[in-house]
């Protein structure tokens, strides 16, 4: 029995153990996980932000309560997501809340608040990246089905040619997803030796990072997975 066999066959174990369990994504933190935490974190320090990053979005696990902490001196454009006790961070994009400024015209009122503007002009069936978008304060009289979290724009693409300074609105875009519910998957494990990869349909649309659920073909077991490519994934594993 030849080392290389050896580690081939170590692998396949590995890659059959990931896709009968359903347990093995549990300890990991989602985007969705993270955005309440630093929900809190903010409340006690009294900053009206929220993180901006999609709520499947997989990271490594922590047992300790995250730390949050501004990447430049009184600037919380961009937050320090740390995990001390696992030992690692990331850098995650924040925005303003929606909150109400008045602004007196006349008789009236009007609420403001910050929404997806386009600031370069797009053309029809191009898939929106974060070059196109800014945020602006606008009227709330003017953001009926305007976008406030960049996440639901990214990787959409324009029905028709949009131009520059449009509030981005639900009519203008179609999604686009990497993964389909429904598809039929590839799910894709390697080392330096070895590929394998085995089918599974997936249960939820998503984007390339997004972490779905997926269904093994021939088990019926349901697990998590990355998703890598255009219906190509990956399975999680604890760290």
């Known amino acids: 029995m030849t080392l290389a066999w050896i580690k081939n066959l170590s692998l396949l174990v590995v890659l059959n153990l990931l896709v ?3 347990t093995l994504a549990a300890d990991r933190l989602s985007g969705q996980d993270i955005k309440e935490q630093a929900a809190e974190y903010f409340t006690q320090q009294g900053l009206k932000l929220s993180l901006v990053i ?3 979005r997989s990271f490594f696990p922590c047992s300790v309560p995250l730390d949050f902490r501004q990447r430049y001196e009184n600037d919380w454009s961009t937050v320090l997501v740390r995990c001390s006790h696992e030992n690692w961070e990331t850098f995650i994009r924040s925005i303003s809340q929606q909150t ?3 602004f007196q015209k006349g008789t009236e009122d009007f609420d403001r ?3 997806a503007v386009i600031k370069k002009n797009i053309s029809k069936g191009q898939v929106i990246s974060q070059e196109y978008v800014r945020f602006e ?3 709330e009289r003017q953001i009926h089905g305007a976008y406030t979290d960049i996440y639901e724009v990214l990787g959409r693409k324009a029905k028709s040619n949009i ?3 449009t509030i981005l609105k639900a009519r203008h875009l179609d999604t686009v997803y990497s993964v389909d519910k429904n598809d039929n998957v590839l799910v894709i ?3 330096n030796t070895i590929t394998i990869t085995t089918s599974a349909i997936a249960l939820e ?4 990072g997004d972490m779905i659920p997926v269904k093994n073909i021939k088990s019926d077991k349901i697990f998590k997975v990355i998703i890598t490519g255009k219906k190509k994934v990956a399975p999680i594993t604890n760290m």
């Open 100 to 102: 109400t400024v008045t």
């Open 54 to 56: 999609s709520d499947k």
């Open 205 to 208: 649309n998503g984007q390339v």
């Open 137 to 139: 304060t606008r009227a």
């Open 189 to 191: 494990a390697s080392n």
């Open 113 to 115: 608040l910050k929404v």
């Open 20 to 22: 009968l369990s359903t």
């Open 163 to 165: 131009a520059t300074g």
